[in-house]
């Protein structure tokens, strides 16, 4: 059982170009969540997945963030036009079920730093 | 004023010494969570909680819902303990009933 597998673990983007990033839920873990953490902060909330349908994007920026998880393949954060400010640590979690119920296992992030 | 507060924000210890690290939350909640973050690593999810007391190995989360608190204590500490401690919350208005609400971690270092 592989866990929850991000990748790439490190990113480098220069401003204005795409960021993409994947998660791979455990085996038949279904939920996906994205969280964002910035240099020196805590953890924050961007996005909430199940297979196919986004439930909960109240977390994510209005402009340039967007994210999917399609039926089949990994989810995917894209960022659009990255600018400095994009560059933290962006963590996924998955859950078989609603995390309420089932909690969360965490990934071990992707680095993102835009130069 | 955050929603979930950790204190204190550092803590170093020295090998072998009981550690207590606290969190208090405004909102109502669902279940608790007490998350280890190691450095440049990813987060493990320690517990799960939302009444009374579990124990796993040399750690203890606690919960007192009336009073809004939690804390984790970590029995003869070892070096290895040394992480971000995060406390997160489920809390009860979330519509999607899923969603965590982070406090900002307590770096603990435990000296040999």
């Known amino acids: 059982n592989a866990g929850v597998m991000q990748n790439p673990r490190h990113l480098v983007r220069r401003r204005g170009q795409e960021a993409r990033l994947r998660c791979s839920p455990m085996?038949?873990?279904?939920?996906v969540y994205w969280y964002r953490q910035l240099p020196e902060e805590g953890l924050k909330f961007m996005v909430y997945?199940?297979?196919?349908?986004?439930?909960?994007e109240s977390g994510m920026p209005k402009e340039r963030f967007s994210a999917e998880f399609p039926k089949e393949g990994p989810s995917i954060l894209r960022i659009q036009q990255v600018v400095r400010g994009d560059s933290a640590a962006y963590f996924c979690?998955?859950?078989?079920?609603?995390?309420?119920?089932?909690?969360?296992?965490f990934g071990s992030g992707t680095r993102l730093t835009v130069v | 004023k955050n929603e979930v507060e950790q204190s204190p924000q550092n803590l170093t210890a020295q090998e072998g010494e009981f550690i207590t690290i606290n969190c208090s939350y405004s909102?109502?909640?669902?279940?608790l969570h007490w998350l280890q973050q190691h450095p440049g690593g990813g987060i493990v999810s320690l517990f799960m909680?939302?009444?009374g007391k579990k124990k796993h190995g040399r750690l203890i989360a606690t919960i007192n819902i009336q009073e809004k608190h939690s804390s984790l204590h970590i029995t003869a500490s070892h070096p290895r303990d040394s992480a971000v401690y995060i406390c997160?919350?489920?809390?009860?208005?979330?519509?999607?009933?899923?969603?965590?609400?982070f406090g900002e971690g307590t770096q603990l270092t435990v000296n040999p």
């Open positions: 979690a998955s859950s078989p079920g609603p995390g309420l119920t089932y909690g969360y296992t």
């Open positions: 085996k038949g873990h279904s939920h």
């Open positions: 997945l199940q297979k196919e349908n986004i439930i909960d």
């Open positions: 909102v109502g909640i669902s279940a």
């Open positions: 909680l939302s009444s």
């Open positions: 997160a919350v489920s809390p009860t208005q979330e519509t999607s009933g899923s969603r965590l609400t």
